[in-house]
């Protein structure tokens, strides 16, 4: 089992930064693969950015590469997302999720963490 619970979600003017963090705790294989996912009322989930944390190797979506960053610090068990620049096709719930995913997949662009664990959200809402 593995629990996640996301935080710092807010409301932002366009330009402004916010920090997500994901505390996570539980069974450290099915938290090799971690990431951050957002959906926006009336769109498909999408993943935002990901991290295979043995490897440190990472993935972003082309919408926020250059203006997202995610982190991990394992010392305290939580992912970060630092978003700088917001936009407003940013405002949507950001989930954090993981799953024992294989590196490569991982990072591919492709996962989904369907069969995974998510937390339950933290709402980003970016007004221009």
């Known amino acids: 089992q593995v629990q996640l619970e996301e935080s710092g979600g807010g409301s932002v003017q366009a330009g402004g930064s916010l920090r997500l963090s994901c505390a996570h705790s539980?069974?450290?294989?099915?938290?090799?693969?971690m990431g951050w996912f957002r959906q926006a009322p009336g769109k498909e989930r999408e993943a935002v950015a990901v991290?295979?944390?043995?490897?440190?190797?990472?993935y972003y979506a082309d919408s926020v590469k250059g203006r997202f960053t995610i982190s991990q610090d394992n010392a305290k068990n939580t992912l970060y997302l630092q978003m700088n620049d917001l936009k407003p096709e940013d405002t949507a719930m950001y989930y954090c999720?993981?799953?024992?995913?294989?590196?490569?997949?991982?990072?591919?662009?492709?996962?989904?963490?369907?069969?995974?664990?998510w937390g339950q959200g933290t709402q980003v809402t970016v007004s221009s």
């Open positions: 999720a993981a799953d024992s995913t294989a590196f490569s997949y991982c990072t591919s662009g492709h996962w989904s963490a369907d069969s995974g664990y």
């Open positions: 539980g069974d450290s294989y099915h938290r090799s693969c």
């Open positions: 991290i295979y944390s043995d490897f440190y190797r990472t």
